[in-house]
């Protein structure tokens, strides 16, 4: 219906785990990667959970898709079995037969054994994969872990991989789970998209789906973000009942009004149960700290002078609109170019400013758009909505922020005070009143190498990136060893750059991406940083 008017191949936001429409982001990459080398060890247990819609599915079709062919796959999607059950329905998908009247617990074990036995002798390899494994009891999950003490006297012979919702990781801690827990080889948790991969994600599926256009507004993209919380599975339902919106309006675009509208039609009187709830939540918050002041000054009135060094803690009540700061992206959620919204034209003059501490004249009318000039000038911008000042401290560039409803650039933070460039003057305020007035937001610019176009992984052949990253390397510790890498990205290099990252605390993954790449130009001393903050 809507395909036609957009110009679109097929429907782009079907909530099937198809995984042509995988987007690749980081969290996927790094789960998929994970998944991959689990499967490359010696037998035991791979453990995927996320929460309800995050696309556990997807990736695992996907990972189907890419193993290599010795491997033999028992899919098990029913995880609301009994031990009898389970081992049935492993037999079943090797298409392994045992007699109905010798049928227990032992023979299905002795004839799964020998299977294992006989497909290890002739090169294959097994993996039984169980989806919704939340599902299953302390008592399954024991056999399963007896079931991978099944080995040669060298190769254990079996690979069970557990697809699940967080309530699984709860299970598995269990103490009389904690064989099972330590024979886990590979591990992932698929966190929901941060409000940047939102819109990748939905202008990735757009494309897949044969879009060349932008069909979401940059308002309503965000919108769509806070409604479905970052999880795949809502964004699609949203998207889709939004873009239909549109057609039914003979709209090019989609706006807030449609994904309001979607968000209705979708969620219904959940969405005002939330609401509600939220409201609740505040009102009984702010009834508790009313409660504990009237018991603080009624204890402190019975206290003797000077017996008590009492501490005013201000505290933040978020409304039940307000959406909750995201936690900080991972190692490489780096648009290829700026693709940010541009500022607003109140705001050219300050991001300007921004412009300068890189040493780039940007004029404030500069009809290029602000991102363009910076990309033109070897920068990139990037987006995102933080929570502390911690998390500024870890980004630790001059930034541009919201303070109190204006646009001004965050140059330094020292001692309890920031330090602020308005449009009109300097400003320096103290942490506190500068958290009241901050809506969360920034935009900064980062310096990527030459030739950088997205994360580089083992396998990646990029020679301008890699001998940027070791002759970096090789600045900052002058005993690294050279290492001849024919332009590749070779695991050399990739435990080279782990070792680089656990030494400055970051994600060991060895993975060469943005925050790896900011913190080698920060130590190098090539880029700005913020005044006041610690090396």
Same mark, same amino acid.
């Given at each position: 219906?809507?395909?036609?008017?957009?110009?679109?191949?097929?429907?782009?936001?079907?909530?099937?785990?198809?995984?042509?429409?995988?987007?690749?982001?980081?969290?996927?990459?790094?789960?998929?990667?994970?998944?991959?080398?689990?499967?490359?060890?010696?037998?035991?247990?791979?453990?995927?959970?996320?929460?309800?819609?995050?696309?556990?599915?997807?990736?695992?079709?996907?990972?189907?898709?890419?193993?290599?062919?010795?491997?033999?796959?028992?899919?098990?999607?029913?995880?609301?079995?009994?031990?009898?059950?389970?081992?049935?329905?492993?037999?079943?998908?090797?298409?392994?037969?045992?007699?109905?009247?010798?049928?227990?617990?032992?023979?299905?074990?002795?004839?799964?054994?020998?299977?294992?036995?006989?497909?290890?002798?002739?090169?294959?390899?097994?993996?039984?994969?169980?989806?919704?494994?939340?599902?299953?009891?302390?008592?399954?999950?024991?056999?399963?872990?007896?079931?991978?003490?099944?080995?040669?006297?060298?190769?254990?012979?079996?690979?069970?991989?557990?697809?699940?919702?967080?309530?699984?990781?709860?299970?598995?801690?269990?103490?009389?789970?904690?064989?099972?827990?330590?024979?886990?080889?590979?591990?992932?948790?698929?966190?929901?998209?941060?409000?940047?991969?939102?819109?990748?994600?939905?202008?990735?599926?757009?494309?897949?789906?044969?879009?060349?256009?932008?069909?979401?507004?940059?308002?309503?993209?965000?919108?769509?973000?806070?409604?479905?919380?970052?999880?795949?599975?809502?964004?699609?339902?949203?998207?889709?009942?939004?873009?239909?919106?549109?057609?039914?309006?003979?709209?090019?675009?989609?706006?807030?009004?449609?994904?309001?509208?979607?968000?209705?039609?979708?969620?219904?009187?959940?969405?005002?149960?939330?609401?509600?709830?939220?409201?609740?939540?505040?009102?009984?918050?702010?009834?508790?700290?009313?409660?504990?002041?009237?018991?603080?000054?009624?204890?402190?009135?019975?206290?003797?002078?000077?017996?008590?060094?009492?501490?005013?803690?201000?505290?933040?009540?978020?409304?039940?609109?307000?959406?909750?700061?995201?936690?900080?992206?991972?190692?490489?959620?780096?648009?290829?170019?700026?693709?940010?919204?541009?500022?607003?034209?109140?705001?050219?003059?300050?991001?300007?400013?921004?412009?300068?501490?890189?040493?780039?004249?940007?004029? &404030?009318?500069?009809? #290029?758009?602000?991102?363009? $000039?910076?990309? =033109? !000038?070897? +920068?990139?911008?990037? @987006? *995102? %909505?933080?929570?502390?000042?911690?998390?500024?401290?870890?980004?630790?560039?001059?930034?541009?922020?919201?303070?109190?409803?204006?646009?001004?650039?965050?140059? &330094?933070?020292?001692? #309890?005070?920031?330090?602020? $460039?308005?449009? =009109? !003057?300097? +400003?320096?305020?103290? @942490? *506190? %009143?500068?958290?009241?007035?901050?809506?969360?937001?920034?935009?900064?610019?980062?310096?990527?190498?030459?030739?950088?176009?997205?994360?580089?992984?083992?396998?990646?052949?990029?020679?301008?990136?890699?001998?940027? $990253?070791?002759?970096?390397?090789?600045?900052?510790?002058? @005993? *690294?060893?050279?290492?001849?890498?024919?332009?590749?990205?070779?695991?050399?290099?990739?435990?080279?750059?782990?070792?680089?990252?656990?030494?400055?605390?970051?994600?060991?993954?060895?993975?060469?991406?943005?925050?790896?790449?900011?913190?080698?130009?920060?130590?190098?001393?090539?880029?700005?940083?913020?005044?006041?903050?610690?090396?």
């Amino acid at each position: 219906m809507y395909c036609d008017y957009f110009g679109l191949d097929r429907e782009p936001f079907s909530i099937a785990p198809d995984p042509a429409f995988v987007y690749p982001s980081a969290k996927h990459r790094q789960a998929l990667a994970h998944l991959k080398y689990g499967l490359e060890r010696e037998g035991g247990f791979l453990l995927l959970t996320g929460e309800v819609g995050t696309g556990k599915t997807t990736l695992v079709r996907l990972l189907v898709e890419q193993i290599p062919a010795s491997f033999r796959i028992a899919y098990i999607l029913n995880a609301t079995l009994d031990r009898l059950d389970v081992l049935a329905s492993i037999c079943e998908e090797l298409g392994l037969e045992v007699e109905a009247e010798t049928r227990s617990a032992k023979t299905y074990v002795d004839r799964i054994n020998a299977d294992l036995l006989q497909a290890h002798a002739e090169g294959r390899k097994t993996l039984v994969i169980i989806e919704e494994a939340q599902n299953l009891s302390p008592e399954v999950l024991e056999m399963l872990r007896l079931l991978t003490n099944l080995e040669t006297n060298t190769t254990k012979l079996l690979h069970i991989l557990l697809v699940g919702q967080p309530e699984l990781l709860d299970t598995i801690g269990l103490p009389q789970l904690r064989q099972l827990d330590q024979r886990i080889i590979s591990r992932f948790h698929l966190e929901p998209l941060d409000r940047s991969e939102t819109e990748h994600y939905l202008n990735h599926r757009l494309a897949k789906a044969g879009c060349i256009r932008p069909l979401f507004e940059r308002k309503a993209i965000r919108r769509m973000h806070q409604l479905a919380d970052g999880i795949p599975r809502k964004l699609n339902l949203l998207a889709e009942r939004a873009l239909l919106g549109a057609f039914a309006e003979s709209k090019n675009k989609v706006g807030t009004a449609q994904v309001m509208q979607a968000r209705r039609e979708v969620f219904g009187d959940a969405v005002r149960q939330k609401k509600s709830a939220a409201k609740s939540l505040v009102v009984a918050a702010l009834f508790m700290m009313v409660a504990v002041a009237a018991l603080y000054f009624l204890q402190s009135s019975q206290l003797e002078l000077g017996n008590t060094d009492a501490q005013l803690v201000e505290q933040r009540v978020i409304p039940s609109d307000e959406v909750v700061s995201e936690p900080e992206p991972a190692e490489d959620q780096v648009p290829q170019a700026p693709v940010i919204a541009e500022p607003q034209p109140e705001q050219r003059t300050v991001f300007s400013s921004l412009l300068t501490y890189w040493s780039v004249d940007a004029p &404030a009318e500069s009809a #290029g758009g602000m991102c363009a $000039v910076a990309y =033109e !000038s070897g +920068l990139l911008c990037a @987006e *995102q %909505t933080l929570g502390s000042i911690q998390e500024i401290l870890a980004i630790n560039r001059p930034m541009l922020v919201g303070q109190d409803g204006e646009s001004v650039v965050l140059i &330094a933070l020292e001692e #309890g005070q920031v330090r602020l $460039v308005t449009p =009109e !003057s300097p +400003l320096v305020v103290d @942490e *506190q %009143t500068f958290v009241r007035g901050w809506d969360g937001d920034v935009v900064y610019l980062w310096r990527p190498p030459p030739g950088y176009n997205g994360s580089v992984w083992v396998g990646d052949r990029n020679s301008t990136v890699i001998s940027w $990253v070791l002759d970096k390397l090789r600045t900052i510790n002058p @005993e *690294q060893p050279d290492l001849i890498t024919g332009g590749n990205y070779s695991q050399a290099v990739s435990d080279a750059v782990a070792a680089f990252q656990r030494a400055q605390g970051l994600t060991a993954d060895g993975v060469l991406g943005q925050k790896t790449i900011m913190k080698l130009n920060e130590l190098l001393a090539s880029v700005p940083v913020l005044e006041g903050v610690p090396d």
